[in-house]
């Protein structure tokens, strides 16, 4: 193992501890992936996308990290259970499992058909939902004081057109984490979510560059640093509250999202 990127502070270290992370094989996931690796985690790496997977996969090699890749759907539980056991056979515990898997879906409330909803939530909150069952079943049952992190976003604290699907699924992971962290917390296991502004990622790219910019730019003016923000960006934020810096923070939301929104 490389030195970790963190080396020079203790409690961002995560030498000899595992972590799953879901929606690894690109954007918010495969940068935490990378990152976690960085600071010293073995990280067993999630996706249904089998090029990106290997991509992220032979980066965290390449930094001298220990990575394992498994392909499958977040709503498919057996194959979570089975990711899981991998991890634990592995490091001998599961320490932290980092619920990034989402899609997005754009439609209007009136337009929105029950084929839409049903993918939203299939993948955006009971895929999170199944990551973060089996991850603090192992957890309690290896007595493993670990940290779960689920990824929700800015779409839960301003409305935005075109966007039901993708926010109620995200209000839901919300509420998933505060009910989750009070139910787990007497096991020492924490959980907390991140909610992220605009991202630059493959999945809020658009096919017309031009409209990207635009886009971009009228999301920059919303936010009083100017910017939109970066994949690496939210990851550190995800290593935050998986790490001992975090340890007595449970039930959470916590914002990278430059600002745009100040909730009380």
Known sequence: MSLPAYGNLPAYDLT????????????????????????????????QDEQGLART?????????????????????????????????????????????????????????????????????????????????????T?????????????????????LCYGAAKAAVVQLTRTLATEVGEHGIRVNAVAPGWVRTPMTERDDPADQQRAEE????????????EAQEVAHTVLHLVSDASSFTTGQILRPNGGVAMPW
């Open 16 to 47: 000899g501890r595992t972590a799953l992370v879901t929606g690894a094989a690109g954007g918010i996931g495969r940068a935490t992936a990378v990152l976690l690796a960085r600071a010293g985690a073995a990280v067993h790496c999630a996706d």
């Open 57 to 141: 996969t032979e980066l965290i090699a390449q930094a001298g990290g220990d990575t394992w890749a498994h392909l499958l759907d977040v709503t498919d539980r057996a194959a979570l259970t089975s990711a899981v056991a991998a991890a634990v056979r592995t490091g001998g515990s599961l320490d932290i499992a980092a619920a990034i898997a989402g899609v997005m879906h754009r439609s209007s409330v009136l337009d929105t058909q029950d084929t839409d909803l049903d993918r939203v939530l299939a993948v955006n909150f009971k895929g999170v939902l199944y990551t973060c069952q089996e991850a603090a079943r192992s957890m309690i049952g």
């Open 143 to 163: 007595g493993t004081r670990g940290a779960l992190v689920t990824m929700a976003s800015g779409a839960v604290d301003t409305g935005a057109a075109g966007l």
């Open 218 to 229: 009228a999301l920059a003016r919303m936010s009083p640093l100017g910017r939109v923000g």
